[in-house]
């Protein structure tokens, strides 16, 4: 009888073990599934479109497997001294593994000098397409309405009530949703020789006309201003961290 017994338990430990295995590979298959398409080729270009799926610390785990142990150092925000990796951010993919405890294939990009984990949710493929657009000018490129997906200032994210956007028209922007019901208009010129690139606003707002020097980035779909307070020296970087300045993400 006992012998019985003992042979049922272990009859039933091992389809416990199937049902586990079937688990793991319709985790594996599922984050497969929810992957765009492309994102998991070695050395694609990429661009970061969800700041969410950022794993900062993960390379203090034993989750994932490494292309390296230098790779692994730098892949985190101890090794980063600052850094930080932000939406339109683009980088190259060095290298991938599946994460257990969630389920999602992590990418390792190499953006500059520094490596980001990144789900394959949070990135996007650059296309041929997105290229192509290199060929016209950047006051072309702009030409038409842009959402705001991020705001920074003083280093802080902003987030706005509503659904904030830009229109370029010619050399005319105008900006709704960041001043409440009020439109904030202005004339705009770019310097594409510099580095970075240069933008001057001459904005008009409640009858009163000042000047706003800035710089920008202009990649495929993604748009970034970084200006200064009025007044204040055109920005050196994009960045807000110990400044006045205000960063905007923008995205068609």
Known sequence: MMRETG??????????????????????WRSRQDAPAGTADLHARVRIVDEGKIYSTINLTD??????????????????????PKYGDEGTIVGSALYPDTADLIHILRVGDHYVPVAATGIEVITEQGKERQAKSDKERLQRAWKVVYAQRDGRSIRFPGKPKATFSEDKLVLKGILGQEELKAQFV?????????ITLTVEFRGDTG??????????????????????????????????????????
């Not at 073990?17 to 594996?28: E, I, M």
């Not at 989750?63 to 930080?84: E, F, M, Y």
């Not at 200006?227 to 923008?250: I, M, Y």
Request: charged share 20%.
């Open 190 to 198: 770019l310097d594409e020789r510099t580095s970075p690139k240069a």
């Open 211 to 252: 000047r706003l020097e800035g710089i920008y980035s202009l990649e495929n779909d993604v748009l970034q201003l970084c200006l200064a307070d009025r007044l204040a020296p055109r920005p050196a970087g994009f960045t807000t961290q110990g400044t006045k300045q205000h960063l905007l993400v923008f995205t068609r």
């Open 63 to 84: 989750t994932l497997k490494w292309p390296s142990s230098d790779i692994r150092n730098k892949a985190g925000s101890v090794a980063w001294n600052g850094w930080k």
């Open 7 to 28: 042979q049922r338990f272990l009859i039933a430990l091992s389809l416990l073990n199937l049902v586990a295995v079937g688990f793991l590979l319709a985790l594996v």
